[in-house]
């Protein structure tokens, strides 16, 4: 019967295509060799035996090649070769140089699968220990020497420790004697009990987000040979145990315990261990996040007067990111045209348009962060307070005059009036004249001096609220020189800089001079800036008529000094 299948009578088709459709339907279930367990570096001692071993998944049968050093190896005495199932395994008995290679003692081995489908391919790099003293130096090998008497067949068991190092093969002194011994069979056997292993981390820790005032303790699970040294840094400080830290290490777990932390303590935390034969390091993330706090709370009651606007504002203090809601009655309150929030350098302020009776109430400022959420109210009646409808403007003043600040208010009188410098309480006196007269208030500064530069704050009060406004009143300073022009003599055609240092009240103004008279002005040759209170006059090339005196004139509306240097040209 065909392969393709049975033939009606009848059909006009050749089985062929049956067969082909039945080659390609099995090669869809065919699977390529995929390694589940690659082979893994192996370290082996001179003399003993190594096995390397693999597994892969995939459709059989498969075709296996090893390799050593990328030349395909084949199964004999030294090399068993051999498959079970989907695990393929290499034995290597008594390595020697040949297994690994004369000069580095390390070879790369490689085992090659492949089916119909595909093939894969994974490689290890197989050690022979004993030839490099700083490799296996901290091997302990146990020497097993057994004797057989020949007349008794008897077997003497001779057992010894000692680092690998050190290995020195006692088969030669031993058959040596063996005639007059009696010793028909001596065999010789070393097998490596302790292999240090430098450390690693198991489990790192973790980073973490915590709140001031903490207790912060990051562990680490080690991998390795102890004993372990632990050492801790920050950024690139390293720790010390002490009042603020606890540096610790408990079998195989090492930890950092820090106390009390604050934000100054966030930054990058490093675990550096080490033993015998090598070190690792790992780094982790401390953030101490400060929960909110309300610098400057919300003033316990405001009065507004009906349509008028009001501004609640308070000061926030704590850790990034900041959100800020506001409410009243416990109702959010959505952005709109009567309201408008706004949270800017840890300020956050409310601000209230055209409110009516219906607008009083509890007003809340809530911040929250990551840290934690902190919160202050007011009560907020709307009636008719006192309002500055013209408050006084910002005020340069000249030493020894006069000067007054004035404001007008609205609102229902009679007012309180009460004048402020740098928060203290102003009363009539020699120095102040202070007025209040229905709508009007003012305060009158006499023979204006240094003391008097500050602060000056207008409060205005009824029964059913009160305002506040603001004037800052500097002192115009005449300028001076922090340095002066110096002489200067240069050779004809050098250039030549004279420059001066200027303080004082703005605007300043500078005009240079050549022998008293001659006002200098910029030319190809010369050069006039003032920057930042500097004074410059440069000139690019000078000449024998450059010679002469030069003033620096300095001048504003508080007054006016000048400074004068001589410029010396010596001819060629």
């Known amino acids: 019967m065909p392969c393709g299948g049975v033939m009606e009578r009848g059909d006009l088709f050749s089985p062929y295509p049956l067969r082909l459709l039945s080659t390609l339907s099995l090669f869809l279930f065919i699977e390529p060799p995929t390694f589940v367990r690659e082979l893994r570096p192996t370290e082996v001692v001179k003399g003993m035996e190594a096995t390397l071993e693999c597994e892969v998944t995939g459709t059989p049968p498969f075709e296996v090649k090893w390799l050593k050093n990328n030349k395909e190896m084949f199964s004999s005495k030294k090399y068993a070769i051999s498959t079970k199932e989907s695990v393929f395994t290499l034995n290597v008995t008594n390595c020697d140089v040949s297994d690994v290679g004369e000069y580095q003692y390390t070879a790369n081995y490689t085992c090659n699968v492949s089916n119909v489908a595909g093939s894969d391919s ?80 198991l489990v790192k820790p973790e980073s973490q987000q915590v709140i001031p005032d903490s207790t912060v303790e990051f562990k680490t699970t080690l991998k390795g040979t102890p004993p372990f040294t632990v050492k801790w840094f920050k950024e690139d400080l390293e720790l010390v145990s002490g009042p603020t830290c606890f540096i610790g290490i408990e079998g195989s777990t090492g930890f950092l315990t820090l106390y009390s932390v604050d934000t100054s303590r966030s930054g990058h935390y490093t675990c550096h261990i080490s033993n015998d034969v090598g070190s690792d390091s790992c780094t982790t993330t401390l953030m101490v996040t400060e929960p909110p706090k309300f610098a400057k709370k919300l003033e316990a009651a405001k009065v507004v007067k009906q349509g008028d606007s009001a501004r609640l504002e308070c000061k926030v203090s704590g850790s990034p990111e900041m959100k800020v809601v506001w409410f009243r009655n416990d109702h959010e309150i959505v952005a709109s045209e009567k309201f408008r929030t706004s949270f800017i350098d840890s300020v956050a302020v409310l601000e209230m348009n055209h409110l009516s009776t219906e607008e009083s109430g509890d007003y809340i400022c809530e911040a929250h962060n990551p840290a934690g959420k902190a919160s202050c109210s007011t009560k907020v009646t709307v009636k008719e307070p006192p309002v500055f409808s013209r408050k006084p403007s910002p005020v340069d003043m000249l030493k020894g005059t006069e000067v007054s600040l004035e404001c007008e208010i609205s609102g229902t009188p009679p007012f309180d009036v009460t004048w402020y410098k740098d928060r203290r309480q102003i009363r009539s006196s020699k120095k102040y004249k202070v007025t209040a007269k229905n709508y009007h208030t003012s305060v009158h500064i006499l023979n204006v001096e240094a003391a008097d530069v500050g602060e000056y704050q207008c409060k205005a009060q009824n029964d059913v609220g009160s305002d506040t406004c603001f004037c800052i009143v500097k002192l115009k300073e005449p300028p001076k020189f922090l340095t002066k022009i110096n002489s200067v003599t240069v050779v004809v055609g050098e250039p030549v800089e004279l420059q001066a240092r200027v303080e004082g009240s703005q605007p300043i103004s500078v005009q240079w001079l050549k022998d008293k008279e001659e006002v200098i002005r910029e030319s190809e040759n010369t050069r006039i800036t003032f920057v930042e209170n500097i004074a410059t006059l440069q000139l690019t090339s000078t000449e024998t008529s450059s010679a002469g005196k030069y003033i620096c004139q300095i001048r504003n509306d508080a007054g006016s000094r000048e400074c004068m240097a001589t410029l010396t040209v010596l001819g060629w």
């Open 122 to 201: 994974c490689s290890a790099v197989l050690t022979m220990l004993g030839k490099d003293p700083k490799s296996s130096a901290n091997i302990t090998v146990l020497h097993l020497l057994i004797l057989t008497l020949k007349s008794y067949c008897l077997h003497f068991l001779i057992v010894s420790l000692y680092p690998l190092k050190f290995t020195v093969s006692l088969l030669p002194s031993v058959t040596h004697f063996s005639s007059f011994l009696g010793i028909s069979v001596v065999t010789e056997y070393f097998f490596p009990l302790k292999n240090t292993e430098p450390p690693s981390f």
